[in-house]
């Protein structure tokens, strides 16, 4: 199946398929191309389509969080692309999956319409079996295609945003609940406050009635824990959305200390589709200088 998805992006001219990583327990494959503008958005018309065709989400269970067979599209200008061209690029594609393909599409990060969609998390939460009830709301009426959930395809978010790096934290336990809480630490987002301090008590509510959140070490991470069944272990599943301001070392680091205050260790971690380069030779640097090794890089290489 993931086969036949990815020789339909193979198929148009000026487009390279860079990278496929499948994961089994979340049920989801993460997908890289690169291309102009034109070829980039016809490949993925081409994959969301033949994904529509083989992917039916009335069977589909993961443990990624998810709301269709294409769950998320995002345009990221490389080089000699705009921020504007890549908007232009969402739009055009996500009005031509919901004129042909009938899939409810919005919009998010950059190429968001409406600001208090622009968040990933805000428009999954529910997931797929939540959204034949939340299409409803007035509120999240889809920026293109039907108002009414695609019970086979679900739903699909386009965007434009920076750079992303999905990074996953190995922990010695199995524990989904000491993975969350080591999520929770570095998280920007936290935890939410409550009464007595324990994690099962009554949220404490600000003046306006909303729950008061602790926030976590990281800024720009979202953290989630979660157990994986092919290796065995809980991950503390991150995406850092600002590699400049949290870099792929400090999460590792910060993901060690948590689990240590928890009576957990770190046992490794993985790196989930592509990242710049320039994340992997500042974590070797870092990690170098930490063990009072030699860089022993190129000029080139550094760079």
Sequence with gaps: MIRQITDTIASVDAVSLLDVDPGASTNRTV???????DAAVEAAFRAIKKAAELIDMRKHKGAHPRMGATDVCPFIPVSNVSWEEAIACANRLGKRIGDELKIPVYLYEKAAKDKARSNLSVIRA????????????????????PAVFNEKSGGTVIGVRDFLVAYNVNLNTKSVRRATSVAFDVREQGRVKTE????????????????????GALKHVKAIGWFVKEYGIAQVSMNLTNIEETPLHVAFDACVEAAAKRGM??????????????????AGRYFLRKQRWSEGLSIQTKR
């Design 196 to 215: 007595d301090g324990t994690a099962w008590g009554k949220p404490a509510l600000d003046a306006n009635g909303e729950p008061v959140r602790i926030p």
């Design 265 to 282: 260790r770190v046992t490794g971690s993985e790196i989930v589709g592509m990242v710049p380069k320039k994340c992997l030779v500042d």
């Design 126 to 145: 529910g997931e797929y079996e939540g959204f034949f009830e939340k299409i409803k709301q007035a509120e999240w009426k889809p920026d293109f295609g």
């Design 31 to 37: 997908v890289t191309l690169v291309g102009n503008p």
